[in-house]
């Protein structure tokens, strides 16, 4: 059951914030996880809980050791300070606390795409370092996919092509192709990321790839993989597995959205009142039309 209610905040400590929040995201991958049951057990996770991870808002209280001050905006990747509701991950509340060394000063005048920091954090973590190839083929153009087309093409790379089976979300390219997969019959790609988290499409993938191809996993699986091994050994094929953003890429994402050279327009397709939750949640995630939906926290009751 999910819904809107009052719980008790813990008191802030040294080097705590106290953040009023404007604006969180719904995650179509973890969050919908938890509200169909299919959440595999992970660290924290316990009933009852408060979700989200993706949340923007303005420091209220700032205690002279953290180095923000009241007005500051920004952006909180959740918190748990809820005493005995669990904060997994804790982000969509009208306040909360959180250590000041957790969250990222933001532009004010990003407004509600604040909140989507954290997912362009995860799509420039899964390019990022040593040793890693920009994609050529990204599976899925929901708003991770687009991140991670935009990041590449900002990152200097050949525009990527993008694939998508659904017809609602395969308009809104700038700068790279969208193609339904039967529309490509290219099977050279040297390095496919999958932003889909669907546990069955490694056999597809596989058969797409370059020899000594990579493919990249940056979704959230639930079920177990598995794959062919012949066509997999036939083409050397190298698998990478992308975890989350580290407080590095919030800050270097932080700094390209700054800089103009990644944008966050276009992502934010709907957006309902904080007390309207319990709809907004069945929308983000049985709407294919629903690439993100932003909770606004603002007059919430």
């Known amino acids: 059951m999910l819904g809107l209610g009052a719980v008790t905040l813990s008191d802030?400590?040294?080097?705590?914030l106290v953040v009023s929040v404007r604006h969180s995201g719904i995650s179509t991958g973890?969050?919908?996880?938890?509200?169909?049951g299919d959440m595999p057990p992970f660290p924290g996770m316990g009933y009852p809980l408060v979700p989200g991870?993706?949340?923007a808002g303005e420091v209220v209280e700032a205690a002279a050791d953290t180095g923000f001050t009241p007005g500051d905006m920004?952006?909180?990747p959740g918190a748990n300070c809820y005493g005995d509701v669990k904060g997994l991950f804790g982000g969509a509340s009208q306040r909360l606390v959180t250590a000041a060394n957790r969250v990222v000063r933001i532009d004010r005048a990003l407004g509600a795409e604040g909140a989507l920091l954290a997912l362009a954090a995860t799509a420039r973590h899964a390019m990022a370092g040593l040793d890693r190839q920009l994609p050529d083929l990204i599976v899925g153009h929901g708003v991770f996919g687009r991140l991670l087309a935009r990041l590449t093409i900002a990152a200097g790379g050949p525009a990527p092509t993008v694939w998508e089976i659904n017809g609602d979300r395969a308009t809104g390219a700038t700068g790279y192709t969208v193609?339904?997969?039967d529309a490509?019959?290219?099977?050279d790609y040297a390095c496919i990321y999958d932003a889909t988290g669907d546990s069955h499409l490694l056999n597809t993938l596989i058969s797409r790839l370059a020899k000594g191809g990579e493919i990249v996993l940056a979704g959230f699986y639930p079920e177990p993989l598995s794959?062919?091994?012949p066509p997999a050994f036939m083409r050397e094929a190298r698998f990478r597995i992308a975890a989350?953003?580290?407080?590095?890429?919030?800050?270097?994402?932080?700094d390209l959205i700054d800089h103009g050279a990644l944008s966050l327009s276009g992502l934010i397709t709907h957006t309902q009142p904080a007390s309207e939750a319990a709809s907004a949640y069945q929308t983000a995630f049985e709407d294919p039309a629903c690439l993100k939906m932003i909770l606004n926290w603002e007059n919430a009751a």
Not at 184 to 187: A, E, F, L, M, W
Not at 244 to 254: F, G, N, P, V
């Open 30 to 36: 973890t969050e919908k996880l938890f509200w169909s």
């Open 244 to 254: 989350e953003w580290t407080r590095d890429d919030l800050i270097a994402t932080r």
């Open 74 to 76: 920004v952006f909180v």
């Open 227 to 229: 794959f062919a091994f």
């Open 184 to 187: 490509d019959d290219r099977k």
């Open 179 to 181: 193609l339904h997969p």
């Open 12 to 16: 802030p400590a040294r080097g705590d």
């Open 53 to 55: 991870y993706e949340a």
